[in-house]
């Protein structure tokens, strides 16, 4: 069985199609409330390395809470992004599923989630 980590935010309806697309294909999964558990310190780390092109793509910035920061996300370290990603779940790119204790995908896309699980 894929093991298969969906962090999401109940607010958000972004995450409830991914939650919906997962359970649509019968695939199994671990819900978790990103706010109450933000991920953890290896799975930003991971997400981190896979999206290190950009930085700034594991962070949700439409949000009110990165709004407020007003910070050069360019300019901190990797260990300063994700004290502050586990600092606020809200934060952090959403949903952010973890596949295997390998792969992060950030945000939702049909074809991608395609791609990867069917």
Same mark, same amino acid.
């Given at each position: 069985? !894929? *093991? /298969? ?8 309806? =972004? ?6 697309? @997962? ?32 930085? !700034? *793509? /594991?962070?949700?910035?439409?949000g009110k809470a990165?709004? =407020? ?6 300019? @901190? ?42």
């Open positions: 069985m !894929k *093991k /298969i980590i969906l962090y999401s935010y109940l607010k958000c309806s =972004t995450c409830r199609k991914a939650a919906k697309w @997962l359970t649509g294909k019968d695939l199994e999964f671990q819900l978790i409330d990103i706010v109450k558990e933000p991920p953890l310190v290896n799975y930003l780390n991971l997400a981190l390395e896979q999206y290190s092109d950009d930085k !700034k *793509k /594991i962070f949700n910035t439409r990165f709004k =407020t920061l007003n910070l050069d996300i360019y300019g @901190l370290s990797r260990e300063e992004i994700i004290q502050l990603l586990l600092s606020d779940g809200k934060l952090i790119k959403r949903p952010f599923l973890i596949y295997e204790e390998e792969k992060v995908i950030l945000g939702f896309n049909e074809i991608e989630y395609t791609k990867q699980f069917i």
